[in-house]
């Protein structure tokens, strides 16, 4: 059974960083790719980052690039996401999920964790 | 990048109605699209990949249809359990995006 499962969420204040952890079982991690998906209170879904699996590609949204970067631990079959110069528009709660990918270039998320809480305010 | 329009942004209905929900690409996608159920406080769910194949264990009253630019997520037969917020999402591409979101309530 595919679990993932994040930690690391919490209360930082305005220009803080934050690591998030996304620890996962019952697939083989480094032939996976895994993404990070936000959502803010009571707001929709926002894609956030994915890092392929083999050949190991990261790619960021534009509101986060530059600030969020996206690494995975191949070992500890573990995905992170560090948080750096937080706002408050990154208050969300961030899940981590797993793609279901294809040979024709498509991404779908198709197992999610259970979310993590980031709020950033002072 | 691909944006991604849904429309309503929320639907009343009752048990046993039939519900449809479109959504609308900002350039041609083809066949590739998802859909996504998601409870207050769960995180979503994948029903629906490739605009109409059904993910293992969604019930068939769930459908898709759809390519290009224009698709649609139907809900036959509406369930006391299908009432929550659906989204689509394109799958294509280095950055992928979501709809805002429909609300099915009653």
């Known amino acids: 059974e595919v679990q993932l499962l994040e930690s690391g969420g919490g209360l930082v204040q305005p220009g803080g960083s934050l690591r998030l952890s996304c620890a996962t079982s019952?697939?083989?991690?480094?032939?996976?790719?895994l993404s990070w998906v936000r959502q803010a209170p009571g707001k929709g879904l926002e894609w956030v980052s994915t890092f392929t699996g083999v050949s190991a590609n990261i790619y960021y949204a534009d509101s986060v690039k530059g600030r969020f970067t996206v690494s995975r631990d191949n070992s500890r079959a573990t995905l992170y996401l560090q948080m750096n110069s937080l706002k408050g528009d990154d208050t969300a709660v961030y899940y981590c999920?797993?793609?279901?990918?294809?040979?024709?270039?498509?991404?779908?998320?198709?197992?999610w964790g259970q979310g993590t809480l980031v709020t950033v305010s002072s | 990048d691909i944006q991604m329009t849904q429309s309503p942004s929320s639907v009343s209905a009752s048990i046993g109605d039939k519900v449809t929900i479109t959504c609308r690409a900002s350039?041609?996608?083809?066949?590739?699209l998802g859909w996504y159920q998601q409870k207050p406080g769960k995180a979503p769910k994948l029903l629906i990949r490739?605009?109409?194949t059904l993910q293992s264990g969604v019930p068939s009253r769930f459908s898709g249809s759809g390519s290009g630019t224009d698709f649609t997520l139907t809900i036959n037969n509406l369930q006391p359990e299908d009432f929550a917020t659906y989204y689509c999402?394109?799958?294509?591409?280095?950055?992928?995006?979501f709809g805002q979101g429909t609300k099915v309530e009653v």
């Open positions: 999920a797993k793609l279901l990918t294809s040979g024709y270039g498509t991404s779908y998320f198709e197992s």
């Open positions: 350039q041609g996608i083809s066949g590739w």
């Open positions: 490739d605009a109409s």
């Open positions: 019952g697939f083989t991690f480094s032939n996976y790719a």
């Open positions: 999402q394109q799958p294509t591409g280095l950055t992928l995006a």
